[in-house]
């Protein structure tokens, strides 16, 4: 009996057997950037990799929405201009797949990660996985690589479990995505810390979240110094400190983990020790023995930077991030602050209603 040739384009068992995976994507005014973002999805559900692929348009005045559907792809309105958050719910809820990958319109993945993310699934038994940033950011500038590269950095550092999750590339299990409630776009109507609080979420029912460096992609996104700033303090740190204080704890991970706390430290002890020392009331050893305490304390990120791009990028990209671990640290103190005053004025609101 002759054997037939199995077609290329045949699933293979494992793939049959693989989760069924609804790509969403929420963009406002992402005409730039949304057509290089679907290409690769748009092949993977060719191979049937991945079910379907829904674009959620979150009230765009430019050409985003035609551009999504000249490509073939479900287009849906959010209803207004909701943030990414609620884009995302809105989709989620008509969604075939049973696993909720979301892509945002300025990233692109690379051709092989619905793979990554199915086997990540099944080998893992997660609720939820997320990837990693790739080492090849497009934007040329100072600020733009080292961003992106930063963030690559983080996530690969932190592979293996998680308490909290990344929707930039990240999957979610419909089912447990529904439960928890989706995103709460209503906190946050704008991209910020979203996908961190659905993930302490997720793991306060129990469930885990597992990072998956292989799972990679290119982030298109250009930095420029005022629009990271803003993003850092008012969409990150601000929201994500408040966050923590809520919870009178946060999780040891990724750049909120107890060694960046100490890192953050150091970086303020040393620019608080030059100030003095330029005033004449501390020692220049002090100064100098405390930058070599930096200098070891970010060693692996130097040579992170410095493998892929370079000594002098690297010395600057260290250099920049103490400034980075700076206004955090101010941002983190200043939330605690308000934190303490807010439960200091409710049980002084307490003790004057009960007498």
């Given amino acids: 009996m002759t054997q037939t040739a199995r077609d290329d384009n045949t699933p293979s068992a494992a793939a049959r057997d693989a989760p069924s995976i609804s790509a969403i994507i929420p963009v406002y005014n992402g005409e730039a950037t949304l057509r290089c973002s679907l290409e690769p999805l748009l092949a993977m559900r060719e191979r049937a990799e991945i079910a379907e692929i829904i674009v959620v348009d979150d009230g765009s005045t430019d050409a985003s929405a035609g551009i999504a559907a000249a490509m073939g792809v479900r287009v849906m309105g959010s209803g207004g201009r909701l943030g990414p958050g609620q884009a995302r719910n809105v989709a989620a809820a008509v969604a075939v797949g049973s696993v909720l990958w979301f892509v945002d319109a300025d990233v ?39 961003k992106n590269l930063v963030h ?133 050893w002090l100064v100098a023995a405390l930058l070599v305490g930096v200098a070891i304390a970010n060693a692996s990120l130097f040579d992170f930077f410095r493998r892929r791009r370079g000594a002098w990028f690297a010395l600057g990209a260290v250099a920049f991030h103490q400034v980075y671990y700076l206004y955090s640290a101010s941002v983190f103190a200043g939330c605690w602050i308000e934190h303490r005053w807010s439960v200091a004025r409710l049980a002084l609101r307490r003790d004057a209603d009960a007498h």
């Fill in 108 to 146: 692109v993945v690379h051709a092989d990660a619905a793979r990554v993310l199915a086997d990540a699934l099944q080998r893992t038994g997660a609720a939820a996985v997320f990837g990693a940033y790739d080492d090849d950011p497009p934007g040329a500038g100072f600020l733009s690589q080292y």
């Fill in 152 to 284: 690559s950095y983080y996530h690969r550092r932190g592979a293996g479990a998680a308490d909290t999750f990344w929707a930039g590339c990240g999957a979610i299990r419909k089912e447990a995505f529904l439960e928890a409630g989706g995103f709460d776009g209503k906190r946050f109507p704008h991209p910020s810390v979203e996908d961190i609080e659905l993930g302490w979420r997720l793991r306060q029912r129990g469930l885990s979240i597992q990072i998956v460096p292989a799972l990679q992609a290119r982030h298109l996104k250009v930095w420029h110094l005022k629009t990271l700033l803003h993003t850092e303090i008012f969409r990150r740190a601000i929201p994500w400190s408040r966050l923590i204080h809520a919870r009178d704890s946060g999780p040891d991970v990724l750049n909120v983990g107890r060694g960046e706390r100490l890192r953050a430290l150091l970086a303020a002890l040393c620019l608080g020790t030059v100030a003095l020392a330029g005033a004449g009331l501390a020692p220049v």
